[in-house]
């Protein structure tokens, strides 16, 4: 069964860093492209981030460029996201994701891990 | 970035159809190839592959849920309708990868 375990959340301060991590199992981990897409209370969808298979290849969202940094570890079958300077508008559940190919559906989620930004 | 917009709500008798419509402000086929996929997303849980390619149905799914369209204009259809299936789905197309983009969300209410 494939699994998708998010964890790391919590309350955070406007301006400092926060490390989500996503556990995969159930799956050959590095035969995916994997990401991160984050839902505001209330609101939608949001991508936020991607990192190929060997990741070799690694996009952001314009609202997170240069703030988040995507990773991941094959061996320990373990996706990161570091997220600096965090902003109110960060605020969201963080999902993390996996793709087959470039342009396939996300076919498994995880439950979601809540990061709040709020002095 | 590709804009997808979809009707914020849609009130449906259960046993009856719901058509629930996504336009895109760009075309999302290729080689023809729709990039469009449909998710369903019940409260307090994560979203859920329904339709991938426009109209390839996730594994899993039941038959009720169909997809169609091609281009800018496309459709998720639950035929009947279910109270299982009350739920908020979201369109996504993945043409313009990786800047992927979601519909704001269509919730399916009972009327």
């Known amino acids: ?119 | 970035d590709i804009v997808l917009t979809q009707s914020p709500a849609l009130a449906v008798s259960l046993e009856q159809r719901a058509t629930i419509s996504c336009k895109t402000s760009q075309n999302v086929d290729n080689y023809g190839i729709s990039y469009m996929h449909w998710y369903q997303q019940k409260p307090g849980q994560q979203p859920k592959l329904l339709i991938y390619e426009g109209s390839n149905l996730a594994s899993g799914i039941p038959a009720r849920f169909s997809g169609s369209g091609s281009g800018t204009d496309f459709t998720l259809t639950i035929d009947p309708v279910e109270a299982d299936d009350i739920a908020t789905y979201y369109c996504q197309q993945s043409k313009d990868y990786p800047m992927d983009t979601f519909g704001a969300g269509t919730k399916l209410e009972l009327k």
């Open chain 1, 1 to 119: 069964e494939v699994q998708l375990v998010e964890s790391g959340g919590g309350l955070v301060q406007p301006g400092r860093s926060l490390k989500l991590s996503c556990l995969a199992s159930g799956f050959t981990f590095s035969n995916y492209g994997m990401n991160w897409i984050r839902q505001a209370p209330g609101k939608g969808l949001e991508w936020v981030a991607s990192i190929s298979s060997s990741s070799s290849y690694i996009y952001y969202a314009d609202t997170v460029k240069g703030r988040f940094t995507i990773s991941r570890d094959n061996a320990k079958n373990t996706l990161y996201l570091q997220m600096t300077s965090l902003r109110s508008e960060d605020t969201a559940l963080y999902y993390c994701a996996r793709r087959l190919r470039r342009v396939s559906p996300f076919d498994y989620w995880g439950q979601g891990v809540m990061v709040t930004v709020s002095s």
